[in-house]
C-alpha cells in the first residue's frame, strides 16, 4: 500500500477559479513534505518544502498546509492559469532520508 | 535554483540494444545522484541511488546487471539499459543533491524500445 495517497485522481477546473488538492500520508518517521508540479514530459519542479513545525507554505498563488497530527497536507491553487495543467505530486521525506512519492492528481484548466 | 539536466530528452532503440542516459548537475556538485523511473500515469519509482565514487545501491527489484549507474564525478551520473526491451519503454528521471541539501529533478529522458 503507497504511503502516500493523493486525491483526487484527476480534476478539471475553469481559468480563474480555485481547487484544493489533497495529501494523506503515513510516513514515518516524518521529516518533510513537499508539493512538485510535473509538466507532461517534464521532470517534477519543486513548489513547496514544508517540515513538522510549518502548517502553511506560499509560493505564488500556490498554497501549502500540512497537519502532521492528523498527517494531512493539502495544496490550493488560487485563480487557475492555464499554465496551471500539470500533475501536482506529493513527497514525504522520512526520516531515513527517502522520499515517497504519492501518484499525483492531474489537473487540467480550461478557459 | 540549481539546474539538473539529462541528455538525451528522448531515445528510440531496437530490443537487445544499449542505452546510455546522461545526468549532470550544472551549478552545484552532486555528492548523490538518484536515478527513478516513471510509468504513464504513476509515481515515481526509486531505481537507484548513486554516491560519487561507489557503487550504486539498488532498489529491492532493480536488477544492477541491466540498469549499469556510473557516478565517476560531482557533476555527472550516467545510467545504462543494456539489452533493452520493450518492457523498459518508460520515463527515467534523474535527481542530484549537493550533501544533504534538497534534491534537484531533471526533466526526464523518454525511452521507446520497439
Known amino acids: 500500500k503507497n504511503q502516500v495517497e493523493q486525491s483526487p485522481q484527476s480534476l478539471i477546473i475553469l481559468e480563474g477559479k480555485n481547487c484544493t488538492l489533497q495529501c494523506n500520508y503515513t510516513v514515518s518517521p516524518f521529516s518533510n513534505l513537499r508539493w512538485y508540479k510535473q509538466d507532461t514530459g517534464r521532470g517534477p519542479v519543486s513548489l513547496t518544502i514544508m517540515t513538522f513545525s510549518e502548517n502553511t507554505k506560499s509560493n505564488g498563488r500556490y498554497t501549502a498546509t500540512l497537519d502532521a497530527d492528523t498527517k494531512q497536507s493539502s495544496l490550493h491553487i488560487t485563480a487557475s492559469q492555464l499554465s496551471d495543467s500539470a500533475s501536482y505530486i506529493c513527497?514525504?521525506?522520512?526520516?531515513?532520508?527517502?522520499?515517497?512519492f504519492g501518484a499525483g492528481t492531474q489537473v487540467v484548466v480550461t478557459p | 535554483g540549481a539546474v539538473v539536466s539529462q541528455h538525451p530528452s528522448w531515445v528510440i532503440c531496437k530490443s537487445g540494444t544499449s542505452v546510455k542516459i546522461e545526468c549532470r548537475s550544472l551549478?552545484?556538485?552532486?555528492?548523490?545522484m538518484f536515478w527513478y523511473r516513471q510509468f504513464p500515469k504513476q509515481s515515481l519509482m526509486l531505481m537507484a541511488t548513486s554516491n560519487e565514487g561507489s557503487k550504486a545501491t539498488y532498489e529491492q527489484g532493480v536488477e544492477k546487471d541491466k540498469f549499469l549507474i556510473n557516478h565517476a564525478s560531482l557533476t555527472l551520473s550516467t545510467l545504462t539499459v543494456t539489452s533493452a526491451h520493450p518492457e523498459d519503454s518508460s520515463f527515467y528521471i534523474c535527481?542530484?543533491?549537493?550533501?544533504?541539501?534538497?534534491?534537484?529533478f531533471g526533466p526526464g529522458t523518454r525511452l521507446t524500445v520497439l
Open positions: 551549478d552545484f556538485q552532486a555528492t548523490t
Open positions: 535527481s542530484a543533491r549537493e550533501g544533504s541539501n534538497e534534491q534537484f
Open positions: 513527497v514525504v521525506g522520512s526520516g531515513w532520508g527517502k522520499l515517497q
